[in-house]
C-alpha cells in the first residue's frame, strides 16, 4: 500500500512546490551551476559576457561596486587609458585612475565613494565624464516589458554595455543598494545574468527579469530616486582622453 502512495505525495509536493511563491533569491542560479552554463550557452543575447567577462574585477571595498562596475565597462570598450605604474608602457583603467582625466558636473570625489557609494546618477556621470554616450533609466520609468526588451537589444548588441543598480533585498540576498553589469538574458526563461562584482559575497547570477526590475524599482535613499540602469556606449565623436593613447601590441 505505501508503494502504491508515494507517487501521488510526490506529485502532492511537486504541485505544492510550483504553485507556492519563492523569492527571486530562491530563484537564482549561479553561472557556474551546470544549469547556468546551459543557460548561457543557450542565450541568443550574450555579446556583452565574453568582453566584460575577460574584464571582471572584484571591488576594491564595500562601497565600490559602482567603480569597479565602470572600470570594467571602460575597459571592455576598449576606451584610451593612462599609463599605470608598475606596469611599463601598458595602459588600462583601475579603481584607482577611474577618477582621473574627468570633465563635466556631478562626478563624486573618490573619498565619498569609498564612504556611500555611488548613486545611479553619479554613476552616469562618471562615465559621461570619459566621453561616453550614457543613457540613465530609473526603475520607475520603465515598464516590464520595455525592460525585456532593452534587454534582448543592449546584450546583443557588442557595442554598449548595460549596468544596473539595484536592492540586494528584493532578490533575498543579504545587503542593500549594489550595482554591477549585465552580461546576457535568456528569452525562454526570461532570466539575466548579472555579473557581481562583489565576488567575495556571491557569485555571477542569473536572475528573472522581473525580480531585477522590481529590485530597480526601490529608492535609494541617499539620492531620494528609484534606482535603475545605465546603458554605455562609445561616443563616435569623442576624441581621447587628454594624455591618454591606445593600448600597445605585445611586447
Do not use: K
Not at 132 to 142: K, S
Amino acid at each position: 500500500m505505501a508503494r502504491s502512495r508515494l507517487p501521488f505525495a510526490g506529485l502532492v509536493l511537486l504541485s505544492l512546490a510550483l504553485t507556492a511563491p519563492a523569492s527571486a533569491g530562491s530563484l537564482a542560479i549561479p553561472l557556474t551551476d551546470p544549469a547556468g552554463m546551459e543557460l548561457l550557452v543557450g542565450s541568443r543575447e550574450r555579446a556583452d559576457y565574453g568582453p566584460l567577462a575577460e574584464q571582471f574585477l572584484t571591488q576594491a571595498n564595500l562601497a565600490y561596486c559602482g567603480v569597479a562596475s565602470a572600470v570594467m565597462v571602460l575597459n571592455s570598450l576598449g576606451v584610451p587609458a593612462p599609463a599605470v605604474a608598475g606596469y611599463g608602457p601598458y595602459r588600462f583603467w583601475t579603481q584607482e585612475n577611474v577618477f582621473e582625466a574627468t570633465a563635466g558636473a556631478g562626478i563624486p570625489r573618490p573619498e565619498v565613494v569609498r564612504r556611500q557609494g555611488m548613486t545611479l546618477d553619479e554613476l552616469a556621470a562618471l562615465l559621461a565624464g570619459h566621453g561616453l554616450t550614457v543613457e540613465t533609466i530609473h526603475g520607475d520609468a520603465i515598464s516590464l516589458e520595455a525592460f525585456r526588451g532593452l534587454l534582448r537589444r543592449s546584450l546583443a548588441e557588442p557595442g554598449d554595455r548595460l549596468l544596473v543598480n539595484y536592492d540586494r533585498r528584493s532578490l533575498g540576498q543579504a545587503g542593500g543598494g549594489h550595482i554591477s553589469p549585465l552580461a546576457a538574458y535568456h528569452a525562454p526563461s526570461d532570466r539575466v545574468l548579472i555579473l557581481d562584482v562583489a565576488r567575495y559575497r556571491y557569485p555571477s547570477l542569473w536572475v528573472p527579469a522581473a525580480s531585477l526590475w522590481q529590485a530597480m524599482r526601490t529608492i535609494d535613499t541617499t539620492s531620494g530616486r528609484a534606482r535603475g540602469l545605465v546603458r554605455v556606449r562609445q561616443s563616435p565623436t569623442a576624441p581621447p582622453s587628454p594624455g591618454n593613447a591606445p593600448p600597445p601590441g605585445p611586447n
